[in-house]
Structures are given as C-alpha cells and as structure tokens.
C-alpha cells in the first residue's frame, strides 16, 4: 500500500504475484485500483499501485499480449522501482555489463502509444519526465515525484 497515496491504497484491492507471475488477492478493494506490494523478480522493493486501466496494461505486458487500444491508465510507485532494461519489456536481467533500472518515487502514465513522442527516454535525469519502453506497446510516461 506504500506504492500510492493513502487516499487511493487505503481501498484498494491488494495482490501479490510469486516468482512465476501468478497473482493472488490478499484483500478485495472498493475503489478500482490494485496495489502489488513487491515485484519477485527484480532485486529493489518495487511496490506499484495502478487504476482499472493501468491494471488491463499491466495483465497484457504480463502475458506478452497488446494492451487495450485507447485505455490509459495511472499508476503510483511511490517507494521507486527496479528494471532490469529501460528498452525492453521482458528482460529479466540486465544485459552484460549492464545494471538494473533503478527510478525514485514516480508515477506513470500508462499505455501512451506515441502520445509523448520527443520525450526523453532514458532515465538519465530522473529528475524530468521520460518514456520508459519506448517504440513498444508497453511505453509508458514516467513523471518523478517527490
């Protein structure tokens, strides 16, 4: 629930996914977004809180499908986050010689499509807004916050 403001995490729906991606609700929620206390497969604490929409984009980049034309989505990682590739969207680890993707608090704009197109993208500066997945179907706005 740490993932976003109290306001929304307070009734949200909580789940939780294991090592292989499976997810189980540990509380139903009344408010239509879903907090995901930690990503198992990424070495930082990475807790995500996400609406109806960000929860849609998030099931499709879980199993490799397109995401929902026309449905951004919100979605609150206020304890930061760790990737394994600014680029890809299903690297598991970092590629040789590379290091993991660590980001700040932030929150994301969700299933952009081209809509930032001439923004960053790299999080070089974590300081400014930047598309994380660029040019994929997964790209996503993230906006630093503190």
Do not use: Q
């Not at 991606?21 to 907090?35: A, E, F, V, Y």
């Not at 809180?49 to 099931?59: H, L, R, T």
């Not at 081209?114 to 500066?125: E, L």
């Amino acid at each position: 629930m740490a993932a976003a403001p109290l306001a929304i995490a307070k009734d949200a729906t909580v789940v939780t996914m294991d090592k292989d991606m499976k997810m189980r609700t540990l509380r139903d929620g009344t408010n239509g977004w879903t907090c995901m206390p930690d990503l198992p497969t990424s070495p930082g604490t990475d807790p995500m809180c996400v609406d109806k929409n960000g929860m849609e984009w998030a099931g499709a980049l879980m199993s490799h499908k397109d995401p929902p034309k026309g449905k951004m989505g919100i979605g609150y990682m206020l304890m930061g986050g760790s990737d394994a590739s600014n680029t890809d969207p299903f690297a598991t680890t970092p590629p040789a010689g590379g290091k993991w993707v660590d980001t700040g608090p932030h929150m994301m704009v969700l299933n952009i499509g081209d809509a930032f197109a001439g923004y960053p993208t790299t999080p070089a500066n974590t300081k400014v807004p930047y598309v994380m997945f660029p040019g994929t179907p997964y790209a996503h706005l993230m906006i630093p916050v503190k």
